[in-house]
């Protein structure tokens, strides 16, 4: 089965630009998770969704990142306008049922954003 | 929230000795412990987890424990290998409680 996929796997921008991360679940997975990783905090939740509704976007930075899911089999997340201090690995996420009741996690491969 | 705190930050083990990584989590509430493995330049991969009704789970070379009371469970591996050289992470998860990572252990197995 194929796992989590993640567009693009690199990307290079300049500051001030627009920034679009896509991302397709397992199939069958309900709940969709948007992370970010840095060296300096780790792994941060930024956005889950259950039935592609939002659940919880408290770990949305800030209102530069707006993420979507418009059906069961695709979200994006979106950075405009784009800053250094976005540059990060993000990966997107999901899982078979709520996280709330100790349902898996599983990750796909990264999308790697610097910002220059 | 919940807070997961995870030591040490970085271990370096002789290949074949065994290594061990403790977390410990606050919420009571917790009840799912997953252990994530991130080799360089891919996702974090889970390798073996364990739920609250159970003190302990084996799979091959890897083992993990649960103490409920005192709020910590471990992940050990035996016989290490070169290829278990990796970051692992482990989380904590509940009733209505997301997954909360711990920061990472940087495992490194000198040949």
């Known amino acids: 089965d194929a796992g989590v996929i993640q567009s693009p796997r690199h990307e290079v921008t300049e500051m001030g630009q627009e920034v679009t991360l896509r991302c397709k679940p397992i199939s069958g997975h309900n709940s969709l998770f948007w992370y970010r990783q840095t060296m300096m905090r780790g792994l941060e939740l930024l956005i889950y969704?259950?039935?592609?509704?939002?659940?919880?976007d408290s770990g949305m930075p800030e209102d530069r990142f707006s993420a979507k899911m418009p059906n069961a089999s695709f979200s994006t997340l979106k950075i405009q306008p784009s800053e250094p201090r976005d540059s990060a690995v993000y990966f997107c996420?999901?899982?078979?049922?709520?996280?709330?009741?100790?349902?898996?996690?599983?990750f796909g491969e990264g999308s790697w954003l610097t910002v220059v | 929230g919940e807070n997961v705190e995870q030591h040490p930050s970085t271990l370096s083990v002789q290949e074949g000795d065994s290594a061990v990584i403790k977390c410990t989590y606050s919420d009571s509430a917790s009840n799912y412990f997953p252990w994530y493995k991130q080799e360089l330049g891919k996702g974090p991969q889970l390798i073996i987890d364990i739920r609250s009704n159970v003190g302990e789970k084996k799979d091959q070379r890897i083992a993990v424990t649960l103490n409920k009371t005192a709020k910590h469970f471990s992940l050990h591996i035996t016989e290490t290998q070169p290829e278990d050289s990796a970051v692992y992470f482990c989380?904590?998860?509940?009733?209505?409680?997301?997954?909360?990572f711990g920061p990472g252990t940087r495992l490194s197995v000198l040949p």
């Open positions: 996420a999901s899982s078979l049922g709520s996280p709330y009741s100790g349902n898996t996690i599983y």
């Open positions: 969704f259950n039935n592609n509704v939002p659940i919880d």
């Open positions: 989380a904590a998860s509940g009733y209505g409680q997301n997954f909360v």
